[in-house]
């Protein structure tokens, strides 16, 4: 009887702490935590998260940059590049834009996503490469 009696008192006492500690909102409906891939306006036909406002901003940016260069240094400054090819800067962005992104596809199939940054690095290092030398 006294070990029943201990056992209730001490489960009446873990559950009076559990509800202290804020087990009470269990199965309560919580505020959503930020995160990259929620989508910013809900019922929109485009799926606009974070991560993708960034990417159209910073291809637009791009695109405004390089209009701006070519308004204060108009010709594109054409040069012979190691790829072999005569390049503007027009086309020197194209050709950063599009290795860049299969540079990320390549390493979200073989690294996955947990470790984009590296594929971000190496992506940013071919920009550089392309501009530098192309």
Wanted: a positive charge; aromatic letters at 18%.
């Amino acid at each position: 009887m006294f070990r029943l009696l201990a056992t209730a008192t001490a489960l009446t006492l873990l559950a009076a702490r559990a509800e202290a500690e804020g087990w009470g909102n269990v199965g309560k409906k919580q505020e959503a935590a930020f995160t990259w891939t929620m989508p910013l306006f809900n019922g929109f036909w485009m799926a606009w998260t974070p991560v993708t406002m960034a990417f159209f901003a910073f291809v637009f940016g791009l695109i405004a940059l390089m209009g701006a260069l070519e308004w204060w240094r108009p010709g594109g400054a054409e040069r012979d590049g190691v790829l072999g090819l005569r390049t503007t800067r027009g086309d020197r962005l194209f050709i950063s834009l599009l290795g860049s992104a299969f540079i990320l596809l390549g390493w979200l199939f073989f690294f996955g996503e947990g470790m984009i940054l590296g594929g971000v690095g190496v992506a940013a290092l071919w920009f550089a490469f392309v501009f530098w030398k192309a």
